[in-house]
């Protein structure tokens, strides 16, 4: 007979030491739990352990000689009553929420449900007999030493450039990189992916989800694959893909790597919800733990999920134990993994009450008292689908956010569109407008032009309309609205004037990224023109639709992104500490100042004509021994005559420009000068 010792309820998981492994899940609704044992390979269950011991909720043993590399799964006991919101079925094996290395993946089965499929309109009340175990991937007790050797780089706000990407699509097209490696964190950490991502002045690289995820059973069947990974089935395993023949370890490897760059990691986190789905998804671990604790259920109906994310489910984060989970999981990643920020997906329902979101919520306040992660990068997409889900600017100091507004003005503007100038203009000076509550700072608005969802750079100025047959939802899926210009002609084109137009397209809207106030996020692959040929929800293509194209070079366009992250690195102006606001400096210079096409000062009915989209806005250095700038921006389809800001000495000098042979020339203030259609030029005042 097996020696089973009480163990301990804390830490939850597993935790290895000298004698064996306590083994700790909580369940607070339970009647009993069984520990089952598998072998190396977990096809095997080889040994059914019943807990005896349940502290404050949580089921708890130790198990003397049993160590690293042991397979394990849960089995758990308790009420079958879906109407009360408890769907207990011990003849499911269920995933440890706290697992910490996979094996095996789901085989999808009907048996991995709680229910009976096909047992008509109420089958989720009918439970299902058979076991699950089969289909079911375990866990692997692994030790939690440190695998990142590095300290963070503490890259302030105001100097970060973020860099969006995917760990298989960066790298599975490389050619530097070895095919065996491609895709893994082993190629994140590769000189080739690294110097290149630091000499374009990158200084984080934000990547899609790394957490555990569930293939989703249609797109198996369809042939397609979850490949963006928004659909997490454990929090605290990576993706088995991504760890290749180095294991755990390659993560660790690469975030040391990464950070002797001086470049940050940001994962993309799903806490949102998990891949058990609706009252009809598949029990695969919280559902059957404890369904009731875990997520959100309808008031007055538990039978029912209270769906804010339309993935089929919410977790509870009013919940403590849940709360718990998600804090111990932030804080695995950034001690073990040296990770450096998190951005929260679909954070509203992060911070949701029953009667609505809440910023003071106690995961936030959780989060941003903690020793180890109130210091690190925290960025929130600030909207679910609930009731009153668009909360942009309302996330607590000390979180960051997504500024989908920002997005949508910048790309209206350089289409062309009229009656924006005063919009843009407020978005290019980090939406002071959205973020100035609470004391925060212009970095509280994150600016994107491009993300994972929607069109890349390249879509965006040769597409008008999405085009996403190869999803197999006929073309259904995906924005219809995305504020895009193919300049004439859909797709791709031999006409070299269309061409030129949208070479410029791209590099003015990666320039007014780069120049606005604000922290800049550049999807990758943008600078290499990479294109998903109109795809503009890319999630299920796993594949040359939704990998970075590295062949697809314009030669000059990622120099061109280098210099533009050397300019902001090079003027405090572009990055100040404070909101603009037109008050003068110690050097008696307004922080900012607007200008209209006659160089003089923006009035009122200047900011209120739909037909201006021209216009040129100076920036003061925040460091006396730094130059003013100037920026001028026409987005319209003809030249437009200006005259240049003011100055008491000296004069103007172009140092960028996204219209050719403009570069190198010279201007007095109050100088006139021609600007050509759909063109943004730099000017850098000289004495």
């Not at 609205?481 to 070299?496: A, M």
């Amino acid at each position: 007979m097996r020696t089973v010792l009480p163990g301990s309820a804390f830490p939850l998981g597993v935790t290895v030491d000298s004698t064996g492994t306590n083994f700790a899940l909580f369940s607070d609704n339970a009647t009993g739990v069984t520990l089952c044992l598998f072998d190396r390979y977990g096809e095997t269950e080889v040994e059914r352990i019943d807990l005896r011991e349940c502290t404050n909720g949580v089921w708890h043993c130790h198990l003397p000689g049993v160590g690293r590399g042991q397979v394990y799964g849960w089995r758990v006991h308790g009420p079958w009553a879906p109407e009360a919101g408890h769907r207990f079925n011990a003849n499911k094996l269920l995933l440890d929420p706290y697992a910490r290395m996979l094996v095996g993946n789901i085989k999808w089965d009907d048996a991995l449900y709680g229910y009976t499929i096909g047992a008509g309109d109420d089958a989720d009340l009918v439970m299902d007999a058979r076991d699950s175990a089969p289909f079911m991937p375990k866990a692997r007790v692994v030790a939690g030493t440190p695998m990142a050797s590095t300290g963070h780089p503490r890259v302030s706000w105001a100097k970060t450039v973020i860099y969006e990407g995917h760990v298989r699509g960066l790298t599975m097209r490389h050619p530097m990189i070895p095919e065996t490696i491609r895709g893994t964190f082993t190629a994140l950490g590769q000189p080739e992916f690294v110097d290149y991502i630091a000499k374009l002045g990158v200084t984080a690289v934000e990547l899609l989800p790394v957490h555990a995820f569930a293939q989703d059973r249609h797109l198996v069947d369809a042939g397609l694959s979850n490949y963006w990974g928004y659909n997490t089935l454990n929090f605290f395993a990576p993706e088995p893909r991504y760890l290749g023949e180095d294991g755990l370890e390659a993560i660790g490897e690469a975030v040391d790597r990464l950070h002797q760059a001086g470049i940050e990691i940001i994962l993309d986190v799903v806490y949102n919800h998990s891949c058990e789905g609706n009252h009809l998804g598949p029990m695969l671990s919280f559902k059957g733990i404890d369904n009731a604790s875990y997520y959100r259920t309808l008031p007055g109906n538990p039978r029912y999920y209270d769906d804010m994310t339309g993935c089929g489910n919410s977790l509870n984060t009013d919940h403590p134990r849940v709360l718990q989970m998600v804090m111990d999981s932030l804080r695995m990643w950034a001690g073990t993994y040296g990770i450096d920020g998190f951005r929260f997906d679909l954070a509203t329902t992060l911070g949701r009450r029953p009667t609505g979101f809440d910023p003071g919520h106690a995961f936030f306040n959780a989060i941003l008292q903690d020793p180890t992660l109130g210091g690190l990068k925290l960025i929130a997409e600030p909207w679910d689908i609930g009731p009153g889900g668009y909360q942009l600017g309302a996330f607590p100091p000390g979180f960051s956010e997504w500024n989908g507004d920002y997005r949508d003005k910048v790309r209206e503007f350089w289409c062309g569109s009229e009656g924006l100038i005063g919009a843009f203009a407020t978005r290019f000076a980090a939406s002071q407008d959205i973020f100035s509550e609470g004391r925060r700072r212009p970095w509280s608005s994150v600016n994107f032009i491009t993300a994972h969802d929607g069109f890349t750079l390249h879509d965006l100025v040769t597409y008008n309309d999405k085009h996403n047959d190869a999803n197999g939802e006929g073309n259904r899926d995906g924005h219809d609205d995305n504020k895009s210009w193919n300049g004439g002609v859909e797709g791709e084109t031999d006409d070299e004037g269309i061409n030129a137009l949208r070479r410029r397209q791209k590099r003015n809207l990666i320039a007014t990224l780069f120049l606005s106030q604000g922290v800049p996020m550049l999807l990758a692959g943008d600078e290499r023109s990479n294109s998903q040929g109109g795809n503009n929800n890319a999630y299920c293509q796993d594949n040359e639709i939704g990998w970075v194209d590295w062949s697809n070079d314009d030669p000059e366009l990622p120099a061109f992104v280098a210099r533009l992250a050397d300019l902001r690195k090079r003027h405090s102006s572009l990055s100040r500490p404070e909101f603009l606001t037109g008050a003068r400096n110690e050097m008696g210079q307004p922080d900012v100042a607007w200008f209209n096409t006659a160089g003089e000062r923006m009035r009122e009915e200047d900011w209120a004509n739909p037909h201006s989209k021209c216009i040129t806005v100076r920036l003061a250095p925040v460091m006396p021994d730094e130059p003013s700038l100037a920026i001028m921006l026409n987005s319209s389809h003809v030249d437009v005559e200006v005259v240049a800001p003011p100055v008491q000495s000296g004069g103007w000098e172009a140092v960028l420009a996204t219209g050719d042979d403009l570069e190198g020339g010279r201007l007095g203030g109050g100088q006139g000068f021609t600007l050509p259609a759909r063109t943004l030029l730099v000017w850098e005042w000289r004495a």
